[in-house]
């Protein structure tokens, strides 16, 4: 109900997330 | 020092006299702006009256920042700034002067030509000189910390652009706090303080620009 | 003396995965921790209800926001001054993590402030003041993204990032100023709810948790940076 509340947190998470991904993929492509 | 200093300043003061072009874009670009905004906002006069200093001084600071991609790199061109780090005189000094030059150039004709924009804006006259004052101590502040950009992207692909971006932040004291001494003049609290504000400000950066400038120009020019 | 030996990318290189790991499980159990007392233990607010939560993301990430710049600009300046590769990778490791934290506090802040204020964006002193934030640490990633000489990047970064640094309190009072003079219609951002104790150590929880992810992300960046640089 609380989109606004909802909103905050999914896309703070969903950030750090992304920067998590990002950094395991460059991880990746480091080690080759 | 004081030789050195002087001779930096008449040379490009000469240089800029020579390409007289370059003087006259900045204060230019710095008419066309300030004759934008209306165009956008509407003429309605208390509405432009209301928004004179912040446009204004916006106008003062693009048109600044405009004329500082090309403050080192002529002498970056033609060999002169090595010559200036591998000379006597301290690096620190030298950007002092190009940046007091630089001023002359670019920044007092936009005080001298304030009055007329803000007629343009029906700006009350009692207000003009808090204006004029304000420009005349914020534009040196402008050119000081600019010139530390300009230091650090000397050179590189992303030039003007890349300079804005970085410069821009460090403007924003000197924008908040010169449009606001005319706004609390018009707002009849005078103004002094922030004007103080402003001369201390240009105190501080005359004395730290340089030497943050110099050695950015040490680290790009390596 | 131990420090000295860690200097060196290649020793540094193993123990950053070790810290990586522990302070990656530290933000986890931080985080979930910060969250039950956030949304189980802390009481409804009586003005806001309950979209005040949001004070358990926002003012963490400020609070980073602030923090990753002067440590950025510290671990720049320790590079430029021994000169050490070292320290430049970490301050590049960083900025990134700043960045996006400046962004989530921006973020977060706009969505409490619809509710509360009636609008998404406010020129509140705080909120202009990180906008400008991320400016500089945008302005610091181009700058080093734009110049392909390593030790040029990280040297021309670090007197960027200090001369930034030196800024931040000069830019913060002076838009506080101006902010106090166009007042108008604004709420000031004291009307914070007034922290019960168990809204605090939700708010402390997540600024440790914020924390331990930054150290984490961090490590692990500057891994990947020592591999690229070699």
Redesign the interface.
């Known amino acids: 109900m609380n989109w606004y509340l909802w909103g905050a947190y999914g896309v703070t998470f969903f950030v750090l997330f992304i920067e998590v991904i990002l950094l395991i993929k460059r991880t990746r492509e480091t080690k080759a | 020092m004081l030789d050195v200093s002087l001779g930096i300043l008449r040379r490009d003061l000469l240089l800029a006299l020579r390409r007289r072009s370059d003087v006259a874009t900045a204060l230019l670009f710095f008419l066309i702006v300030a004759s934008l905004f209306p165009l956008g906002v509407g003429a309605e006069p208390n509405q432009l009256r209301a928004i004179a200093p912040g446009v204004i001084w916006v106008a003062a600071l693009l048109s600044s920042m405009l004329s500082l991609s090309h403050l080192f790199a002529d002498d970056h061109a033609d060999g002169t700034l090595e010559q200036m780090l591998l000379g006597a005189a301290p690096l620190g000094v030298v950007v002092a002067a190009k940046a007091l030059a630089h001023w002359l150039v670019c920044g007092l004709p936009l005080v001298l030509v304030s009055p007329l924009i803000a007629l343009q804006y029906d700006l009350p006259g009692g207000l003009h000189g808090v204006l004029a004052l304000s420009l005349a101590l914020g534009t040196p502040v402008l050119s000081l910390v600019g010139a530390i950009g300009a230091a650090l992207t000397l050179g590189l692909r992303g030039g003007g652009v890349l300079l804005s971006l970085l410069v821009l932040p460090l403007y924003v004291p000197v924008l908040i706090i010169g449009a606001g001494s005319v706004e609390m003049a018009a707002a009849g609290q005078g103004g002094m303080g922030q004007l103080l504000l402003l001369g201390a400000l240009l105190a501080v950066a005359a004395v730290f620009a340089p030497w943050a400038s110099a050695a950015a120009l040490r680290i790009s020019a390596e | 003396m131990k420090w000295f030996w860690y200097a060196s990318p290649e020793t540094f290189f193993p123990l950053a995965g070790r810290l990586a790991y522990g302070c990656g499980i530290a933000a986890a159990l931080l985080a979930v921790a910060g969250l039950y007392v956030g949304f189980f233990v802390a009481p409804t607010d009586a003005t806001q ?3 005040y ?2 004070i358990f ?2 003012v963490p ?1 400020a609070w980073m926001s602030m923090l990753l710049y002067l440590a950025m600009a510290f671990w720049a300046a320790l590079g430029l001054a021994l000169n050490t590769r070292l320290s430049g990778m970490m301050a590049r490791a960083i900025a ?2 700043g960045a ?1 934290f400046t ?2 506090a921006l ?2 802040g706009a ?2 402030g ?2 509360t204020w009636g609008a998404y964006w406010v020129w509140d002193a705080r909120l202009t003041s990180e906008l ?1 934030l991320l ?2 640490y ?2 610091f990633m ?2 080093q993204a ?2 392909d000489d390593r030790r ?1 990047s990280d ?2 970064g670090a ?2 990032a ?3 640094a ?2 931040v309190p ?2 913060y ?3 506080q ?2 902010n106090t ?1 166009h007042q108008g219609a604004s709420v000031s951002f004291a009307k914070a709810p007034s922290m019960a104790a168990t809204m605090f150590t939700g708010m402390i929880l997540m600024v440790l948790a914020f924390w331990m ?1 930054s150290f984490a ?1 961090t490590f ?2 500057v ?2 940076l020592i ?2 640089q070699g």
Do not use: D, M, Q
């Open positions: 209800g309950e979209v939560r949001i993301i926002h990430a990134p993590s996006l962004f989530i973020w977060t969505l409490w619809k509710p400008i400016f500089l945008l302005g181009a700058l734009s110049i040029r040297r021309a007197v960027l200090i001369v930034g030196v800024n000069i830019i009072f002076s838009v100023w101006w003079l992810y992300v692990v960046r891994r990947c591999r690229e």
